[in-house]
């Protein structure tokens, strides 16, 4: 009997020996992205020229993917892009499940209560879209004439807000292109990056990028976990890339030469886009 109960015993022990080396002691069986020399980097991919994914290919492209690249590079992080929906970014970061979020996220109050963020990377700029020798580089150029944006947006209201503007809502961006390309429309009032895309993908039209405010809460930065010891450097390398050049190269590559140039000159006289 008592031969037994210490077979029992040991077969006891063995399998207890073998659940720990398998689970871990006490360990959370949460996964998360924890990692010395990795960033698991979150993104929605379905805002070019922020991050998408490239036609034929599962590889991700944009400013974004870029600005994510060259910091991992200088901080020697090895990365991987975890792609979902816009609403789930920033419950995967605090989750653990990612590092960190290069996604074209604005640092608003509500998030700044449970995420930390960097210095801006990107001011958002509104643009007028024409046809190419138009030349309507101010809101005030557009009175007497029809101009279009999409329905609901503030960019419809921006329009309604200048006597004298015969203002068009449209369902979608691609159709105030599309009328602006047509004749309907004189010109369009958009988001300045978008409408560099659809410059790119359209000879025959012009963009302006008009003079406006911007407020911290609607820039694009980065989010990290509360604490993140990795803010500080980021932070440093972020206002490098805008004074070596290094953004400007990324904004070139995916918004054009003129946008980009357009788009910095704009923000040269924001105050909060100085250094």
Request: glycine content about 6%; some cysteine.
């Given at each position: ?44 991919s379905t805002f070019p020229p922020f991050e998408s994914v490239k036609e034929g290919t599962k590889d991700y492209q944009g400013i974004d ?156 930065a980065i989010a990290l976990p509360k604490g993140s010891p990795d803010k500080s450097k980021i932070d440093a390398l972020l206002k490098e ?30 105050d909060i886009a100085k250094l």
């Amino acid at each position: 009997m008592k031969k037994f109960m210490m077979k029992a015993i040991l077969v006891i022990m063995a399998t207890t020996m073998l659940s720990m080396l398998l689970f871990g002691c006490g360990s959370d069986t949460k996964e998360t992205a924890k990692s010395d020399n990795k960033w698991v980097i979150a993104i929605n991919s379905t805002f070019p020229p922020f991050e998408s994914v490239k036609e034929g290919t599962k590889d991700y492209q944009g400013i974004d993917i870029d600005i994510a690249n060259h910091l991992a590079k200088k901080m020697g992080k090895q990365v991987e892009f975890t792609d979902m929906k816009f609403a789930s970014l920033v419950p995967t970061l605090q989750s653990g499940r990612a590092n960190i979020i290069i996604s074209a996220i604005s640092p608003t109050d509500e998030r700044k209560q449970v995420v930390d963020f960097s210095v801006p990377y990107y001011f958002p700029m509104k643009a007028i879209i024409c046809k190419k020798g138009a030349n309507y580089t101010t809101l005030d150029s557009l009175k007497g004439h029809k101009a279009g944006a999409s329905m609901g947006t503030t960019f419809a209201k921006d329009l309604k807000a200048v006597d004298g503007i015969e203002v068009v809502e449209l369902d979608t961006t691609p159709l105030v292109v599309q009328d602006i390309k047509n004749g309907r429309l004189a010109a369009g009032l958009f988001d300045s990056s978008q409408a560099a895309v659809f410059i790119k993908n359209n000879s025959d039209l012009e963009l302006h990028v008009i003079q406006s405010p911007v407020l911290l809460a609607d820039t694009f930065a980065i989010a990290l976990p509360k604490g993140s010891p990795d803010k500080s450097k980021i932070d440093a390398l972020l206002k490098e890339m805008r004074t070596n050049g290094e953004l400007h190269k990324i904004l070139v590559t995916h918004l054009g030469e003129d946008a980009a140039n357009q788009y910095e000159a704009a923000i040269a006289n924001l105050d909060i886009a100085k250094l």
